[in-house]
């Protein structure tokens, strides 16, 4: 049966990357045949206390080596994996070399880096994966899980990492993307990066099971990481098997290692649905109508109220957002959309910040071509005031309307997303929706 090896908080904001502590623990192991994909499992995104991109790791080891695949590859060395059960090596073994592992690797001198380990012979329920994906944990409720488990475990300083550690154990995957991550020479740490923005623009075409590779509107390489760590590029997709192909394909600096993850990324696992209220950092879907007219601040950041079942939400559209908030901005009172996103703090208070959003009705936009004429002597009306309607000054006759034409929209309905260079982890693109959800925006997800 497989070993369970799960681990969070290795890195931080200036280099190192849990990821790459994941393939120096797989060569430390030496372990012949893992068991299935290593998993890469995104938490809370709106987290204040986080490193970079929220993520855990665990790693299977004990599939059958006579039906193995190849995964990746680390100084040459194919790491090979399989999805039939095989012999794993005893916990108290693999749990000393982890702990080594992660002794030497750990960015210990940064305040927020507090790794964690948990080794264990089985996956966990799914409660607490919901709760740190979707909620704040505590230490202590990772604590009791384990406890209660009898698994091996183990935290350093203040031990935040065993959150992350625990909840990779409690995902369920029933939804999941994939993600090849390659790695950088150590000599090559911290210098410029050589990934040629060409190749990469034509991944999406020569390989369209992969998302998010390129932002061809604002011409920005997506999938390379913009802090020293020691990540050459990543490569995102729902189907494992054309990532490496796509990888050959790239013109870019050589790696030293690269290894194939499955991933809870793309999956909008973070998003709750149908609240009863709203709090903040936590994200949702509401859905409703829209209040206000669109303002512009300074910055270029809009904002618009949405009238929902849980009261009256303003929503943000940041200038980090790009080509949405030319959506945003022609919104109208009365049009009905659905929009995801977390409800967070700015400097005037609280806002959901839109990560995509979906125009369901548009609601008619006319305008005034004249006041109306009078139905007796032809002549035109006058207003009598503010929505007090007109009046005829020859005949006295009243009338409520003034004439008006429908102009078309400069929108349709439909779904539209942020920048691809600003999408967060978690977040589904809208052209992979059908890919990987197919749930409708109605109704309670889990």
């Given amino acids: 049966m497989p070993l369970y090896i799960a681990f969070d908080d290795t890195d931080s904001p200036w280099g190192m990357c849990t990821t790459y502590v994941l393939t120096e623990l797989i060569k430390e192991l030496n372990f012949p045949v893992l068991s299935g994909f290593p998993r890469l ?28 695949r190849t995964i990746g590859s680390i100084g040459g060395r194919e790491v090979r994996a399989s999805w039939e059960p095989g012999n794993s090596p005893r916990p108290e073994e693999v749990f000393e070399t982890a702990c080594a592992v992660i002794e030497s690797m750990a960015q210990f001198q940064e305040e927020n880096t507090n790794p964690a380990l948990v080794v264990s012979d089985t996956l966990f329920d799914e409660e607490f994966y919901w709760k740190c994906v979707r909620d704040i944990a505590s230490v202590e ?16 300083k203040n031990g935040k990492g065993i ?24 000599e090559r740490w911290g210098k410029p990066r050589h990934v040629s923005a060409h190749s990469v623009s034509l991944l999406s075409t020569h390989f369209p099971s992969t ?31 054309e990532l490496e192909p796509a990888f050959q394909s790239i013109e ?10 499955e991933t809870n990324q793309a999956t909008d696992d973070h998003i709750e649905r149908d ?24 910055g270029g950041h809009c904002f618009f109220s949405l009238s929902t079942d849980v009261g009256k939400i303003e929503c943000s559209a940041f200038e980090e957002t790009k080509g949405l908030r030319a959506v945003i901005r022609q919104l109208i009172p009365g049009d009905r959309v659905s929009v995801w996103g977390a409800y967070k703090p700015w400097k ?18 006319r305008v005034k071509l004249s006041n109306p004429l009078c139905p007796v002597c032809g002549k035109r009306m006058g207003s009598i005031g503010k929505e007090k309607g007109y009046r005829c000054k020859r005949c006295h006759t009243k009338s409520s309307e003034a004439i008006y034409q429908e102009v078309p929209r400069g929108i349709k309905a439909g779904v539209y997303g942020v920048a691809v260079s600003s999408r967060r982890h978690l977040s589904t693109p809208p052209e992979k929706m059908a890919d990987v959800l197919s749930y409708p925006l109605s109704g309670k997800h889990y």
């Fill in 41 to 68: 499992v995104r938490l809370n995104p709106n987290i204040p206390w986080k490193t970079r991109g929220n993520g855990a790791l665990c790693l299977a080891i004990g599939g059958d080596e006579a039906k193995a």
């Fill in 141 to 156: 409720e990772a604590l009791n899980h384990l406890r209660r488990k009898g698994v091996l475990y183990r935290t350093w």
């Fill in 163 to 186: 959150i992350g550690a625990t909840a990779s154990l409690c995902w369920p995957a029933r939804k999941r993307t994939f993600e090849l991550i390659a790695y950088r020479y150590r």
């Fill in 211 to 241: 998302f998010s590779n390129y932002d061809y509107v604002n011409r920005h390489i997506c999938i390379t990481p913009s802090s020293p760590c020691p990540v050459l590029l990543g490569i995102r997709g729902t189907d494992p098997w």
């Fill in 252 to 261: 870019c600096e050589d790696a030293e290692r690269w290894l194939i993850f």
């Fill in 275 to 298: 609240p009863q209220e709203i709090r903040p950092f936590h994200s949702y879907l509401l859905s409703g109508t829209v209040a206000s007219p669109t303002i512009t601040i300074e």
């Fill in 348 to 365: 005037k208070g609280y806002s959901l910040n839109i990560e995509k959003i979906a125009v369901e009705h548009l609601h008619p936009l």
